[in-house]
Nanobody
Framework: QEPLVQSGGGLVQAGGSLRLSCAGS????????MGWFRQTPGKERGFVSA????????YYTNSVNGRFTISKDNTKNTVYLQMNNLKPEDTAVYFC????????????????????????WGQGTQVTVSS
């Protein structure tokens, strides 16, 4: 079984909301920083949001700041991404990630490639926003 199992996503009209979940399976991610990325066809996977292991620090890419909220429930071994006021340009496959570190890597938060910073990836879930 995959260590990170995603749920949520789907089709929504512009202005609507969705919540993505990413649950750890088979191991605890309590001490791991977690993040969300998204990818569209022909493009690299890009940073969306990240959260420190205890939830004290959160980070967002500029385009979602003020609309998306990341949270982490260590008692449920789950990280969430609440997405409000969705726009057609938010359409993508969304991936959750567990980082090797307890704080999100600065290179990733600054928009660099996730590369070797990610310990595990979720399986991905499609989010489609219609205009």
């Amino acid at each position: 079984q995959e260590p990170l199992v995603q749920s949520g996503g789907g089709l929504v009209q512009a202005g609507g909301s969705l919540r993505l979940s990413c649950a750890g399976s088979g191991r605890s991610f309590r001490t791991f920083a977690m993040g969300w990325f998204r990818q569209t066809p022909g493009k690299e996977r890009g940073f969306v949001s990240a959260i420190s292991w205890n939830g004290d620090a959160t980070y967002y890419t500029n385009s979602v700041n003020g609309r998306f909220t990341i949270s982490k429930d260590n008692t449920k071994n789950t990280v969430y991404l609440q997405m409000n006021n969705l726009k057609p340009e938010d359409t993508a496959v969304y991936f959750c990630a567990a980082f090797y570190t307890s704080s999100p890597p600065k290179t990733v938060v600054d928009g660099g490639p996730p590369g070797s910073e990610v310990y595990y990836w979720g399986q991905g879930t499609q989010v489609t926003v219609s205009s």
